[in-house]
Nanobody, 123 residues
Framework: VQLQASGGGWVQDGGSLRLSCAAS?????MGWFRQAPGKEREFVSA????????YYADSVKGRFTISRDNAQNTVYLQMNTLKPEDTANYYC????????????????????WGQGTQVTVSS
């Protein structure tokens, strides 16, 4: 499965952006991770195929919302009330087949990664 992320850009503190990640095939779960310069990659959010199970990092809870459109094999990340510390390159990832336990925040759970889209939040 190939992934194509889009929607990044520049926004002021408190602004909003919506990221999209289109997959070339069906997936069990899809997630978003981010990496800021000089920092390790960190988990942001993930969602199961049915959209009913969602996961968020504590740092984004209440501000970000993940959703998916299975007809389009696309996952979205609506990011509201953005902060300068959200500045990073955002990567989408896909887990193609289910395995249990599924640990959403663990990068090695995912089989395929997108190319990343840059989000910059200015103060």
């Amino acid at each position: 499965v190939q992934l194509q992320a889009s929607g990044g850009g520049w926004v002021q503190d408190g602004g909003s952006l919506r990221l999209s990640c289109a997959a070339s095939g069906r997936t069990f779960a899809m997630g978003w991770f981010r990496q800021a310069p000089g920092k390790e990659r960190e988990f942001v959010s993930a969602v199961w195929w049915n959209g009913g199970n969602t996961y968020y990092a504590d740092s984004v809870k209440g501000r970000f919302t993940i959703s998916r459109d299975n007809a389009q094999n696309t996952v979205y990340l609506q990011m509201n009330t953005l902060k300068p510390e959200d500045t990073a390159n955002y990567y989408c990832a896909a887990k193609i087949k289910p395995t249990f336990p599924y640990i959403a925040a663990l990068g090695t759970m995912y089989d395929s990664w997108g190319q990343g889209t840059q989000v910059t939040v200015s103060s």
